[in-house]
């Protein structure tokens, strides 16, 4: 039997020309025109004015951190369910994460919890869109107006998907996303970060590049920064990635209904599914995530699945539970019941564009075998 990995990404457009294309005329660094290219029209599908290509997506918080100059002393609330990038990005530029709870339904953080933790040191609030369904946008928006606080919006696994009718990807006064070969559209390595406002546009280009002036003499610094860029041949994949995006939209669709179909049982033992929609997004199935009734039985069905060869990925491990934060004195005896329960019992199935249909259906039969 043939494994079947939680992710295969699919390369069926220009991939290929694209990066022939590169390499037969020599760009092949940051400095080739597929960077332009791609920044223009990522951010022209998302909605806002300018995009800064990137090395990845954490790199990409890295920088949007240091360009809203949140620094030590600042807080930033996030949600404590989410992979580790964001909260990386506040406590290496000396400011501290301060978390919320997730909503049980769609594993988002809970935005009714975010104005109880604004203090007066609060800058800013990094909104993480988790596994397929938005955070629900239009209270975020009020806090952060009624606070004057800044928004990060962390889009990474949210390419295509809208919050009422909008784009996620538009609502943060800067906004991430990250091309990792398990996302929507890949570059193999890379992010962008997008904005609508020219001086943090230019204030991004200039972290991810060493902090070189643009105007001032060469190799003399005021600032430091890093090198962040991404690579033409990155650029060229994304490219082409890019103009696949409805296609690839629809197989993660396909791939969602089919699992919710053949998988429904499991909730009346107790499993819970993804929410195929809210009020205000259709769920993109980023990855397709179920949440065991007790941990227990997620390894046993983790370990069954192994056992046919079909990969999976437990769930994201809650930040105040991450050993390293815990370690620097943070978090000490916070808790987060909803986020741990997810943590502990959560796990996703195969759910990568290039999954093929029988695969899909191997997948639900095998796990219904393991069940009864
Ligand atoms: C993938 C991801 C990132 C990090 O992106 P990389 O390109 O892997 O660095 C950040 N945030 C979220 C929510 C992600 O899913």
Not at 4 to 10: A, C, D, F, Q, W
Not at 105 to 111: A, C, L, Q, S
Not at 293 to 300: A, L, R, S, T, V
Not at 305 to 327: D, S
């Amino acid at each position: 039997m043939n494994p079947i990995p939680v992710n295969t990404p699919l390369f069926n457009g220009n991939e290929l020309k694209y990066l022939t294309e590169c390499i037969e005329t020599g760009w092949i660094s940051s400095e080739g025109p597929f960077i332009a290219k791609f920044e223009k029209e990522f951010s022209q599908y998302i909605g806002p004015k300018y995009g800064v290509a990137v090395s990845n997506g954490s790199a990409a918080l890295d920088i949007a951190v240091k360009a809203l100059n949140i620094c030590t002393g600042d807080e930033v609330i996030m949600p404590t369910f989410t992979i580790i990038s964001p909260a990386q990005s506040v406590v290496t530029a000396g400011a501290v994460p301060v978390l919320v709870d997730s909503d049980p339904i769609t594993w988002n953080m809970d935005v009714l919890q975010v104005e109880a933790k604004i203090t007066p040191r609060t800058k800013a609030i990094l909104v993480v869109h988790i596994y397929g369904l938005p955070v629900d946008m239009d209270p975020i928006l009020q806090l952060a107006k009624k606070y004057q606080l800044k928004i990060i919006e962390d889009a990474a696994e949210m390419h295509g998907q809208t919050y009422n009718g909008q784009k996620c990807g538009s609502f943060g006064d800067l906004s991430i996303f990250s091309f990792y070969p398990n996302k929507h559209i890949t570059t193999g390595e890379g992010g962008m970060i997008l904005t609508n406002d020219l001086a943090l546009a230019e204030r991004c280009r200039k972290l991810r590049n060493l902090c070189f002036e643009p105007n001032g003499p060469r190799f003399v610094h005021h600032e430091l920064g890093w090198n962040y860029r991404m690579t033409n041949l990155q650029a060229a994949l994304g490219l082409a990635q890019l103009e696949q995006i409805d296609h690839f939209l629809t197989i993660k669709k396909d791939i969602g209904n089919t699992y919710q179909t053949q998988l429904s049982f499991l909730t009346e033992l107790g499993f819970r599914l993804p929410k195929p929609s809210t009020a205000f997004a259709h769920n993109i199935n980023w990855v397709f995530g179920i949440v065991a009734p007790g941990i227990k039985i997620k390894e046993k069905i983790v370990e069954g699945l192994a056992k046919e060869k079909i990969g999976t990925r437990p769930f994201f491990w809650c930040m105040h539970q991450q050993p390293v934060f815990q370690n620097m004195g943070l978090f000490k005896n916070e808790s987060y019941p909803v986020a741990e329960e997810l943590a502990n019992n959560g796990f996703y199935l195969p759910s990568g564009l290039g999954l093929k249909q029988e695969e899909l259906v191997r997948v639900t039969e095998v796990l219904k075998a393991i069940i009864s």
